[in-house]
């Protein structure tokens, strides 16, 4: 059983329509099942995020930004992982959504909100409460974004529920050590879980780049530099189940005791 999945780091403007009609030309150029892109679709100031952008910017699940994507998912049959700024009730979310073929089959609203590096993501959004999954041609899919990456308890928690394969869109600031830290925890992240681990970023102007899935055996299966680029790659199920037989690292864990500290 294989996947191919096709990751596009790319730079999104503080346009949102300008943003949304590149992620659906992007779609009609590249041949993949699923196609991953990163955090901030919808858009980025120089200096970050604002309140009064991302509220001018928010729109609910049935807003066009999702309903274009949806459409076009239908139109070339395949799967799409995208972010949006999702306005529901009160609240604004920063969430993750995963969609194949016109329909939503996961939404992941960020759960560890970027408060560090001296941002402050909980001043404009709500925090998730939910991991959520979804299989797409066999594979069982755990959503995070970006921020999420420093916390092996999320990744650990959607193993123990099946999760084969973590989708993390991103928009990783640049700062000193920050290509090093990106690299480890993602390589981490998957080692740990006997799964795969797709990080799609922006790059520059203000993010890394970087780009990178890694094997469930911490090794790099394809990782870029800072230019914009588009790559594919075919995931093979089988290293997964070569790896949890090696080192069956879940079955071995004893969460019950973990509880108990």
């Known amino acids: 059983m294989k996947l191919v999945i096709a990751c ?6 503080s346009n949102k329509h300008e943003n949304l009609n590149r992620i659906l030309r992007t779609l009609e150029k590249v041949n993949a099942q699923i196609h991953v892109f990163p955090e901030y679709s919808m858009g980025n100031l120089v200096n970050g995020l604002t309140p009064v952008f991302v509220k001018k910017n928010a729109e609910s699940l049935d807003g066009p930004f999702v309903t274009k994507v949806l459409e076009k998912t239908r139109e070339l049959n395949l799967a799409v992982v995208f972010t949006v700024f999702l306005k529901e009730n009160t609240g604004i979310f920063n969430a993750a ?24 993501e909980s001043r404009i959004f709500s925090p998730g409460n939910e991991i959520v999954l979804a ?6 899919i755990g959503l995070a974004v970006c921020f999420d990456l420093r916390f092996p308890e999320l990744f650990r928690a959607m193993a123990y529920k099946g999760a084969d394969l973590f989708i993390v869109p991103s928009a990783w600031y640049k700062g000193k050590y920050k290509v090093e830290q990106w690299q480890v925890l993602a390589l981490s992240r998957a ?4 799964a795969y681990l797709v990080a799609v970023d922006q790059t520059n102007p203000f993010f890394i780049g970087h ?3 890694t094997s469930p055996f911490a090794t790099v299966l394809k990782k870029i530099g800072e230019e914009e680029e588009s790559f594919v790659v075919e995931l093979d199920y089988e290293r997964i189940l070569e790896s949890r037989k090696l080192i069956p690292i879940l079955s071995l864990s004893k969460p019950d005791i973990y509880r108990t500290f």
């Open 97 to 120: 959504i995963l969609v194949e073929k016109g329909k939503i089959k996961a939404l992941y609203k960020k759960i560890h909100l970027f408060d560090a590096f001296g941002y402050n």
């Open 8 to 13: 596009h780091q790319i730079s999104f403007s």
């Open 211 to 213: 780009s990178i899935i």
């Open 191 to 194: 080692h740990e879980n006997g």
């Open 135 to 140: 299989t797409i041609k066999g594979f069982k």
